[in-house]
């Protein structure tokens, strides 16, 4: 199927805001682009260095919600306000974590995120790279599609699905795993109010961190920059976490948000790869493979599925589409009995119910099709 095969890809690295330094720095002060994301109506050419004007200020702030003069009181209040800070504009934002574990070296994983609206829809963009599981990735998702690529595979593999199917997805933000890091370090380290600054127009207050009360989290020591709006704009830490007392493991993390940006463009291979999904039909074990838009998938292409019931196990990992399936359009796959053995058909209409063998509990599931992944499931119960 050429208009689901894989097709070369080049997606350039965003680097956003950096952070300020190690932590017990002062505020980050120079934020650095290069190449945008593919198709994207930024400059390409090169990269460019903006320097901020930062004032150090003694006045008495007015604190967002979550922070005192005493430092950070409620760590969810103070992220859920740093969200609310940047939903519905256009932002990006780094985010690294470092991890060194005695004997095995430095385990890095950088990511990068874009974010930004076409009226309510969220457009987001992530690459991911380093050492992680996974790693390294890219991510784009249009409201509730997302589509991945891995490039650890070679060569590399796509493919699409709801988001909210998704563990590491945020509705409200794009992606969680920054923000779940964030949490956990504003309430694990024990901050202080360090003074403001204005930056470019912006009063930002700075909370220091030197110990953590949470013994998961030795030597914990950071610096967080947080504006009076309550934008968490930069925040670094390092911290021990000690797995044994002999294989202490160093943990170093960083964050910077960069404002104004534009939202990014969709990326030339997401157009490459079937929105595909998976429905019940009326029959138990009927499961409807439907295109919801994005690449036609063209007759002859195969199809990696199978089907498995509590009483009668059903495989069939190769199936050949007997026809394409363009968007917004369907085939049905099912089960049928041939002497003793069970197997899986492919037709393009539903399949009277006598023609259907008996599976009890039916799972499906949809590994790939042609050579994009998909890892569409569909369980039991979703004919009841």
Known sequence: MSAARLVPAVVLLVVLAGCAGLPGGGPATTATTTDAPEGTTEPTAGSTTATTATTTVTASPEFPAGLSADGVTDAGTVLDTHRATLLGSSFGYGFTRSVNRSGAGVLP???????????????TYMEKYGTAPNAPAVVYAEGALLFRQYRSDDPAYRYGFERAADGDADPALGFSGPSESLRSLLAAGDWAYAGQHEVDGTTVL????????????????????????????????????AESAAAPVQVTVTYAVQQGVGAPAEPAWVASIPQLSVRAGETPAVVELRNEGGATVEAGTTASAFLVGNSTRVIERNLTLPTE???????????VSSGNRTSLEVAT????????????????????????????????DAWD
Request: hydrophobic content about 40%; glycine content about 8%; cysteine-free.
């Open 109 to 123: 994983l950088n990511q990068t995120f874009r974010v930004g609206y076409e009226g309510d829809t969220e457009i």
């Open 206 to 241: 700075q909370f220091q961190a030197a110990g953590s009360s949470d013994d998961a989290y030795r030597d914990f020591a950071g610096t967080a920059m947080i504006s009076v709006n309550g934008t968490i704009t930069d925040l670094a830490a390092t911290y021990v976490r």
């Open 325 to 335: 399936l363009g968007p917004d359009s369907s085939l049905y796959v099912y089960p």
């Open 349 to 380: 209409e539903p399949p009277a119910a006598d023609d259907v063998a008996s599976v009890a509990e039916p799972r499906f599931v949809l590994e790939g099709v042609d050579d994009v992944r998909v890892d569409l499931g569909l369980e039991a």
